[in-house]
């Protein structure tokens, strides 16, 4: 559960600079698994925030604010942490599920992390082609802030969640073609891996996976329904229903 408020200050110009502010509080069951991928008792995690920034936009195509940001939080050890330092944003496509640019940095008091993700999109022969890559690393981040391998749709055959680490490197591209009125089929392929600590290219860690299923976009946002294999010899079912925050 989470809940926020924030709000801007003057004019929205296409080229101004204006303040924002940002509050949130949540409650997470972080997701936890064993070797063999059964789930394991959840830990719970709090969080309490606020963001103060100078945010520069042009209509819907790119977005840039830095500022100061300040978290609270409750961690599964019993303590409680706080941190106050720098966030640094740049977005393009605003609004999008896959915005062809995603970059976001946070050098705190108490962890740090930097996280890139490029994507685009094009028509090859009738078939929708979008290729990305996401990088992610940190440095003693909070277990809810830890990341995912695949981020929040995870990866073939694996539960959401179930890798986590502070160092990420994922390629992966997504195959499409309308098949009936608004439904298209579609195969995502992935390759990747993520650790804690150590080096990105560590030979020996690479997963390699694929989803194939159908999806549509509606007014609630995506659904889609995929069988998905990796190398590993593991395999699960991805349901997607609607839009998630």
Known sequence: QDSGVGGRGGARATESIVPALHL???RELVRRFDAAGVAVKPFKSREAGGRLDAERARGGHWRAALGVEGRLWHEPTGFDRRAV???ADLSSDLGTEDPDL?????????YKWLSI???KSFVVEGFDVRPGVRFGIGDHLPLHLSMMLGGAEGFPGLHIGEVRGDRELLGHMTISHPLI???DVRLDLFSGHLLSGGSLLQYGHWLVGGRLGAGAETPIGPVRVEYGRNDDGRDAMFVRLGRWF
Do not use: D, F, Q, Y
Request: avoid cysteine; hydrophobic fraction near 50%; charge should be neutral.
């Open 181 to 183: 009125g608004p439904v």
């Open 24 to 26: 949130w509080g949540a």
């Open 117 to 119: 993700v490029v994507g």
């Open 102 to 110: 995603g970059i976001e940095a946070r050098w705190s008091t108490s």
């Open 85 to 87: 330092g720098l966030a």
